[in-house]
C-alpha cells in the first residue's frame, strides 16, 4: 500500500509541475483558454482524444462488455470512431480557420460572430447550455475517479471524491490550457499503455485455462440487435460535432497544415483504444469464472470495476500502482478540458466581464475552475446514477444542442442567426424530453438520435425563411473556406461548402 501511495503522490507532484510551469507561460486570458493556438498535431490529437474517452474508456465500455457483452460495446465504438474521425476531417481545419478570422476563441464567441449577432443572445443561450450540460460532464469524472480511489485505498467514497476534485482542480488553476494539454497528452499514453498491460496479461492468464466464455455469457460475442437500439448506439458518434472541449483543441491548434497528422494520429489512438478496451471486457468473463474478483458481478455488483479487479489481481503492486494512475489520468483528462471550457464561458461568453482587464479576467477564469469544480462535487455526491448514464446525457445535450449547428455553419453560406438559435433549442429541449418522457419497451433508444435530427431540421428550415448574414462576414466564411483548401490537402476534405438553396 505504500508504493501505492508513493506512485500515485509522484504522479500527482508530475501534473502540478506541469501545472506550474505552464503558468509562467500564460500572461493573458487567451493563452489560459487556448494557449495561444501554439500546439502541435500530436499533443493536440492525444489531447483531445484523452479528454474525449475519459473514465469511460476504461471503466464504462469494459463494464459494459462484462456485463453484456460485444453488443454492449461495439455498435458504440463503431459510432464513436466514425463520427471521432469525420469531426477531423469536417470540422477541425475549417473551425482553426474561421475562428482565428473573426478572432474568437470560444465557441460561444464564434457562433455569434459567425452570425452577426450583435444583440448577444447566441453567445449567452451556448454558454447557457455549456454551463448546465458541462457541470453533469464533469460530475461523471469525478464519479469516476471516486471509483478509483476507493477501490485503491479502501478509502469511503466521500473521501475519495474530495481526493480526486482536489487534484483535478489543482493544475488546471495554475496552468490553463497548456496545462491540461500538456498533462493529457502524458495521461492519453498513460491509458493506452495501461490497456496494452492489461489486455495482454488478462489474456495470457486465460487462454490455458479451458475457459469458454461462451458458456459463461452465451451472447458474449454476439452482435445482433434491433435497428433502433443499433441506430441508437451508433448514434454516439453525431456527438463529438458538438463538444466544446474537443472543439476548443481544433481551435487552439498551431495551424491547419496540421490538422491532417493530428487526424491520423488521434484516429488512431481512438481505435487501439476502443478495441483494447472492449477486449479487456471479454476477457474479464473469463477470468472472473476462474478467479471469482470480489464486487464485480452479482446482485450488488458493479461491472464498471472489472479493469480496476483486473489490474489489482494481475499486477504486482509496484506496476498496478502505475496502472491504476491511468485511470486517474483518464477522470483527469476529461474533467481538466470541461472544467476549462466552463471557466471560459463564464469570463468571455457572459456579459459580466467583457469590461475586465485581461489578466484579471486571467484570475478569474481559474477561480471560476475552483467554483465549477465546487458544483459538479456537489451533483456527483448526490447522484446514484452509473458513469456511462452521466456522460450519455451531457454527451447527447452537447451533440444535439451544438452539433448540426458546428457543422452547418462551416459549410453552409446561407445559414442564419435564427436558424442557429432554433437548432441550439430544439436539440437542447429534445434531449430533455426525450431522456425524461421517451422510452421504447425493450429497446436503447438514444436521446439523442432525434435530437440531431430535429435540431438540422430546425436549422435548415429557418434559415431558409430569415435573413442572411452580411456580407464581411460571408467574406470570412469564404476566406477561411479557401484558407483551409490551399493549406491542407484539398482531397481529404469535403466540398467548401454546401450548396443549399438560399
Not at 45 to 60: N, P, R
Not at 218 to 238: N, R, Y
Not at 375 to 388: E, K
Request: charged share 10%; hydrophobic share 50%; net charge negative.
Amino acid at each position: 500500500m505504500e508504493i501505492l501511495y508513493f506512485q500515485f503522490g509522484l504522479y500527482l507532484l508530475l501534473m502540478l509541475g506541469i501545472g506550474y510551469v505552464s503558468m509562467k507561460r500564460t500572461n493573458n486570458n487567451e493563452d489560459f483558454l487556448i494557449g495561444g493556438r501554439t500546439l502541435g498535431p500530436v499533443t493536440t490529437a492525444i489531447s483531445a482524444g484523452a479528454s474525449d474517452m475519459s473514465s469511460w474508456l476504461l471503466l464504462g465500455l469494459p463494464g459494459a462488455v462484462f456485463a453484456k457483452g460485444l453488443i454492449g460495446g461495439f455498435w458504440i465504438s463503431l459510432g464513436l470512431a466514425a463520427g471521432a474521425y469525420i469531426n477531423w476531417l469536417v470540422v477541425a481545419a475549417r473551425l482553426r480557420a474561421m475562428t482565428e478570422r473573426m478572432n474568437a476563441v470560444t465557441l460561444p464567441k464564434f457562433i455569434s460572430k459567425r452570425f452577426d449577432d450583435n444583440s448577444g443572445l447566441l453567445k449567452i443561450v451556448s454558454a447557457v447550455v455549456i454551463l448546465i450540460f458541462f457541470t453533469l460532464y464533469v460530475a461523471s469524472g469525478l464519479k469516476g475517479g471516486t471509483l478509483l480511489f476507493a477501490h485503491s485505498f479502501g478509502a469511503s467514497e466521500e473521501t475519495a471524491l474530495i481526493i480526486t476534485t482536489f487534484v483535478v482542480v489543482s493544475y488546471t488553476f495554475l496552468g490553463g490550457y497548456l496545462a491540461v494539454c500538456w498533462t493529457d497528452l502524458i495521461q492519453g499514453l498513460l491509458m493506452l499503455a495501461a490497456l496494452v498491460f492489461c489486455c495482454t496479461m488478462a489474456f495470457t492468464a486465460v487462454s490455458g485455462s479451458g475457459v469458454d466464455i461462451t458458456a459463461i455469457r452465451p451472447e458474449a460475442f454476439s452482435f445482433s440487435t434491433s435497428w433502433i437500439t443499433g441506430a441508437s448506439l451508433c448514434a454516439w458518434g453525431f456527438g463529438y460535432f458538438g463538444q466544446p472541449h474537443i472543439l476548443s483543441r481544433f481551435i487552439g491548434i498551431d495551424s491547419v497544415e496540421s490538422v491532417p497528422k493530428a487526424r491520423r494520429v488521434g484516429t488512431s489512438w481512438m481505435l487501439i483504444c476502443l478495441v483494447l478496451a472492449s477486449l479487456i471486457g471479454l476477457v474479464g468473463i473469463g477470468y472472473n469464472a476462474i478467479h471469482p474478483m470480489e464486487g464485480i458481478a452479482g446482485p450488488n455488483g458493479n461491472s464498471e470495476r472489472i479493469f480496476l479487479a483486473l489490474t489489482t489481481a494481475l499486477f504486482h503492486p509496484v506496476f498496478s500502482g502505475f496502472i491504476l494512475a491511468a485511470v486517474l489520468a483518464a477522470v483527469m483528462s476529461t474533467a481538466d478540458s470541461q472544467l476549462l471550457v466552463l471557466t471560459s464561458a463564464l469570463t468571455e461568453d457572459l456579459p459580466f466581464f467583457e469590461h475586465t482587464k485581461d489578466q484579471t479576467r486571467a484570475w478569474i477564469s481559474r477561480f471560476g475552475v475552483l467554483g465549477f469544480a465546487l458544483l459538479a462535487f456537489l451533483i456527483a455526491s448526490n447522484d446514484s446514477g452509473s458513469i456511462l448514464a452521466m456522460v450519455g446525457y451531457a454527451w447527447g445535450g452537447f451533440g444535439a444542442a451544438f452539433g448540426p449547428l458546428i457543422i452547418l455553419s462551416l459549410l453552409w453560406r446561407g445559414m442564419t442567426r435564427y436558424g442557429a438559435l432554433a437548432g441550439m433549442v430544439t436539440g437542447a429541449v429534445t434531449i430533455v424530453i426525450v431522456k425524461n418522457f421517451v422510452t421504447i419497451e425493450g429497446e436503447y433508444f438514444y436521446e439523442l438520435l432525434p435530437g440531431f435530427l430535429l435540431a438540422t431540421i430546425s436549422i435548415v428550415s429557418v434559415s431558409l425563411v430569415t435573413e442572411k448574414p452580411c456580407d464581411a462576414t460571408l467574406a470570412e466564411f469564404d476566406k477561411a473556406q479557401a484558407l483551409c483548401r490551399t493549406q491542407s490537402n484539398e482531397d481529404e476534405f469535403l466540398p467548401s461548402s454546401l450548396d443549399l438553396a438560399e
